[in-house]
C-alpha cells in the first residue's frame, strides 16, 4: 500500500522561507519520479516541481529560481526548498509519485504566504 505522507506547510510571511518534505512507504522509491503540485481554491492543480528517479528536475516558470526539489532516496523522502515566498504561492502543495502508469497522491500540506 503506497503511503505519501506531507509535512512542512504553513503560514509564512511575504520573502519567507518553508522546506516541505515528503515521507514515502510501499514502493521502491529510487525507482519512482517524485513531484510537487500545488493547488489554490478554486482553481485547479498545477505541476510546481518534479524530479526523476536519476535526479534530473524540472520546474513551473512561476518558482524557477526561488524553489529547489531534491530527494534523498535513502530516507524515501523528497523535499522541496521553497524561498523568496509571495502571496500567489499560496496553496495546498501535493506530493507525487509516478511509476509508468502507477501513480499515487499525498493528502497535501497547506501552505499560506501572508501579504
Known amino acids: 500500500q503506497v503511503q505519501l505522507v506531507e509535512s512542512g506547510g504553513g503560514l509564512v510571511q511575504t520573502g519567507g522561507s518553508l522546506r516541505l518534505s515528503c515521507a514515502a512507504s510501499g514502493i521502491t522509491f529510487n525507482l519512482y519520479a517524485m513531484g510537487w503540485y500545488r493547488q489554490a481554491p478554486g482553481k485547479q492543480r498545477d505541476l510546481v516541481a518534479t524530479?526523476?528517479?536519476?535526479?534530473?528536475?524540472n520546474y513551473a516558470d512561476s518558482v524557477k529560481g526561488r524553489f529547489t526539489i531534491s530527494r534523498d532516496n535513502a530516507k524515501n523522502t523528497v523535499y522541496l526548498a521553497m524561498n523568496s515566498l509571495k502571496p500567489e504561492d499560496t496553496a495546498v502543495y501535493y506530493c507525487?509519485?509516478?511509476?509508468?502508469?502507477?501513480?499515487?497522491w499525498g493528502q497535501g500540506t497547506q501552505v499560506t504566504v501572508s501579504s
Open positions: 507525487k509519485s509516478t511509476l509508468g502508469s502507477l501513480a499515487s
Open positions: 524530479i526523476t528517479s536519476l535526479g534530473s528536475t
